[in-house]
């Protein structure tokens, strides 16, 4: 086939790079999905219909141009197919590996509506940026000439790195606060290594510094240094602290030992394999080994968990979920991933409290899907006498996240939020009620996803940049 056809789908079927057997992947926490070859990529990229109209595009938060770096991949021109996905997307390749491509850019592609099976947009646009990382064409973003200005960035998540990328290539003097000691945010602490191995983001890190990026971690802002003094510091400020607060049962029983929270759970097994000490690991308190697990929840975070304890060595591994499975919130492929790797899904249930402390057992109650909501999605309810046990030494928390109330915990009550305890912040500029401050990811959206982050860092650093060059620097007065 000669390499610029295009619209092969009538001949070609869908595929996705090879996935390790889960007879080996549960052993360890790389990535369960291998690198398309070469010859692989162009082939699966030829099947786009180059839609006049393409819905992949529009449904993707970044508006990528799919079809078009679908087309130069097919016709293995692959360094001009990674500079036009980089051009809308501050880091392709995290979202080749960890979008939920199934809800956004696959799921709204022509040819899977046609049923022909939708192209994997996804593996494509990973395999265009690995292989650019591999051939040494992404470049930090050093500017062409420094400008005066600087602007002071409060968390170091996707949200917040995206910003400081584009703010840094304008010239801006960017420093960027965490709290933690590796920047990244939930995508070094949260997600976990076989859905996102480390040293990807670890290179973007390593480039942003590069490029002159200046980070100051270990520096919980409103405790080692106030709001006020990063405000009188800088220019501009954004505001990008993700959401961190889990959303907890009331329930007897929920303070036992062995009654953790997801997020605790997973940050010590991130930490752990980037060769941390974590005594709360070590001691076992999160340490799933030899233990019977349950998880409840039935979101992303509760995927990862699941698949956390397998790998971790646990006896079993069952995940409670109040409604079924066609009304989950987490993706189906990595249900279908943590089947594969044995997790039981307990479906329609929901814990009523916790025997044992430590932990012995979940009190489950049985529930059945009633009528619609106001929000169309039918409720569960408890069917009543129908309750048990299930036994476990280890259960994990994953019911949700909530904004820490910044306002209070900043002593800045002029920060202005909804009724949730999101920053308020204009819904185009991202400007919060504070002017020169900025806000945007999860702190303003709610717990969301990493290319909902990236989209508001990259709108926020040019709505600052504009703000920046009418008010003047006050750095350069
Ligand atoms: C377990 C888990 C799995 C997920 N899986 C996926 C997935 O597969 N795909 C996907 O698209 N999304 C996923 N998400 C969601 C995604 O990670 C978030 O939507 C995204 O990281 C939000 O980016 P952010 O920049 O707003 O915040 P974060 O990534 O949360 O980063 C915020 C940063 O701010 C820092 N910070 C907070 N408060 C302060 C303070 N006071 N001072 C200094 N620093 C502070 C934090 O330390 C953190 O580094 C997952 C989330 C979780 C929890
Ligand atoms: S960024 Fe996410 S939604 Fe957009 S094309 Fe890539 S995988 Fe699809």
């Known amino acids: 086939m000669a390499k610029n056809q ?20 549960d052993r360890d926490f790389n990535e369960i999905y291998a690198e398309f070859s070469e010859a692989k990529a162009e082939e699966q990229a030829s099947r786009c219909s180059q839609c006049g109209v393409p819905y992949c595009q529009s449904h993707c938060p970044l508006h990528n141009n799919i079809p078009d770096w679908l087309r130069l991949t097919a016709e293995g021109r692959l360094e001009e197919a990674y500079a036009l996905a980089q051009d809308t997307n501050t880091f392709p390749e995290i979202c080749g590996r960890i979008c939920p491509q199934d809800r956004l850019c696959e799921g709204n592609c022509v040819i899977e509506k046609s049923g022909h099976g939708t192209v994997t947009i996804g593996s494509i646009e990973k395999f265009i940026t690995d292989t650019a990382w591999e051939k040494g064409w992404v470049k930090p973003g050093t500017p062409r000439a420094e400008r005066p200005e600087s602007v002071g960035i409060i968390g170091a998540g996707p949200g917040g790195l995206a910003a400081a990328d584009r703010l840094r290539r304008a010239g801006i003097q960017v420093t960027v606060y965490d709290r933690y000691d590796r920047a990244g945010g939930l995508l070094i602490y949260g997600i976990p290594g076989f859905k996102l191995e480390k040293d990807v983001v670890a290179r973007r890190i390593n480039q942003l510094e590069q490029a002159g990026v200046q980070f100051v971690l270990n520096c919980t802002v409103g405790a080692d240094l106030s709001f006020q003094a990063i405000r009188g510091q800088h220019d501009a400020v954004l505001i990008a602290t993700g959401v961190y607060k889990s959303r907890d049962l009331q329930a007897p029983g929920v303070g036992a030992a062995g009654v953790v ?22 001691d076992g308190e999160l340490n799933a080994a030899g233990k019977r697990v349950v998880v409840i929840g039935g979101g992303d975070t509760a995927m990862d968990c699941v698949r956390t304890a397998i790998r971790q060595g646990a006896t079993s591994v ?17 249900v279908q991933n943590a089947e594969e790797e044995g997790v039981e899904f307990v479906w329609l249930t ?15 109650q049985k529930m059945r899907l009633g009528p619609p909501d106001s929000s169309g999605r039918q409720s569960p309810e408890v069917i009543e006498g129908a309750d048990y046990t299930e036994d476990a030494d280890l259960v994990i928390m994953a019911l949700g996240f909530m904004p820490e109330d910044l306002p209070a915990l900043w002593n800045e009550e002029a920060l202005e939020v909804t009724r949730w305890g999101t920053i308020l912040a204009d819904f185009r500029t991202h400007e919060t009620k504070l002017p020169g401050v900025y806000a945007v990811g999860d702190i303003v959206r709610g ?31």
Do not use: H
């Open 6 to 25: 295009m619209l092969q789908f009538v001949n070609l079927q869908r595929d996705m790079p090879q996935k390790r057997d889960p007879s080996i992947r």
């Open 261 to 282: 929270r997801a997020i605790d759970y997973l940050t010590a097994s991130n930490r752990v394999n980037l060769g941390d000490q974590v005594p709360e690991f070590t």
């Open 318 to 334: 069952k995940c409670l979920y109040r409604r079924d499975r066609a009304n989950m919130p987490g993706s189906q492929r990595e």
């Open 350 to 364: 929901a814990p009523k409290g916790f025997t044992g402390d430590p932990v012995t057992g979940v009190m489950v």
């Open 447 to 477: 717990a969301s996803l990493v290319v909902w982050a990236i989209r508001d860092g990259r709108e926020a650093a040019d709505a600052m940049l504009e703000y920046l060059s009418n008010t003047g620097s006050i750095a350069a007065e």
